[in-house]
T-cell receptor
């Protein structure tokens, strides 16, 4: 079946540290991959996405590369800020059937806490 | 502002009551979704509607009944509320492109439901 596995949190870092949040997936066909972010008390926002193998998604200093050979989409940022504290969700979308509709499948989420 | 909006933001109610949550999007999208997020932040799709037609129903108890009066609105009615229904419910919308999984879902701010 289709599934997403993320590293368990919480991840606690000091400001300006390097961030990696691991994400691996299992999917039939050719999924698109996403990272969504949820700030405290808010809904989810798209952070970045990649739609085919070797694509790199990037936004706000975050980046992730779609690696088909390792079925991974790890999120990285070179220097985190306190304002990056949030829950990060890796997700994949698959077509429900040929030419049909899509479905987003989320990982369990990883909480990031950045302190000054 | 263009967005996905939900009402109410908070809902506290007694077991056995019936309640509704409303969602509206003014993004011109043709597909809307309901998600449930539990206390561990795990996010799972419940329903999806495309142009007022139900396309995803994820084995949700039939106490939950979605209704889409038009493609800009998707409401969720819950009968006989139970303690386990306490969660955050998110509405989302997207513009489906059939045959491709490369689309973005836009989320509302969530409705925090507490059943006592």
């Amino acid at each position: 079946g289709n599934s997403v596995t993320q590293m368990e949190g919480p991840v606690t870092l000091s400001e300006e540290a390097f961030l990696t949040i691991n994400c691996t997936y299992t999917a039939t066909g050719y999924p698109s991959l996403f990272w969504y972010v949820q700030y405290p008390g808010e809904g989810l926002q798209l952070l970045l996405k990649a739609t085919k193998a070797d694509d790199k998604g990037s936004n706000k200093g975050f980046e992730a590369t779609y690696r088909k050979e390792t079925t991974s989409f790890h999120l990285e940022k070179g220097s985190v800020q306190v304002s990056d504290s949030a829950v990060y969700f890796c997700a994949l979308s698959v077509s429900l059937f040929s030419g049909g509709y899509n479905k987003l499948i989320f990982g369990a989420g990883t909480r990031l806490a950045v302190h000054p | 502002d263009t967005a996905v909006s939900q009402t109410p933001k908070y809902l506290v109610t007694q077991m056995g009551n019936d309640k509704s949550i409303k969602c509206e999007q003014n993004l011109g999208h043709d597909t809307m979704y309901w998600y449930k997020q539990d206390s561990k932040k795990f996010l799972k799709i419940m329903f999806s509607y495309n142009n007022k037609e139900l396309i995803i129903n994820e084995t949700v108890p039939n106490r939950f009944s979605p209704k889409s009066p038009d493609k800009a609105h998707l409401n969720l009615h819950i009968n006989s509320l139970e303690l386990g229904d306490s969660a955050v419910y998110f509405c989302a919308s997207s513009q489906e492109v059939r045959g491709t999984a490369a689309y973005t879902q836009y989320f509302g701010p969530g409705t925090r439901l507490l059943v006592l």
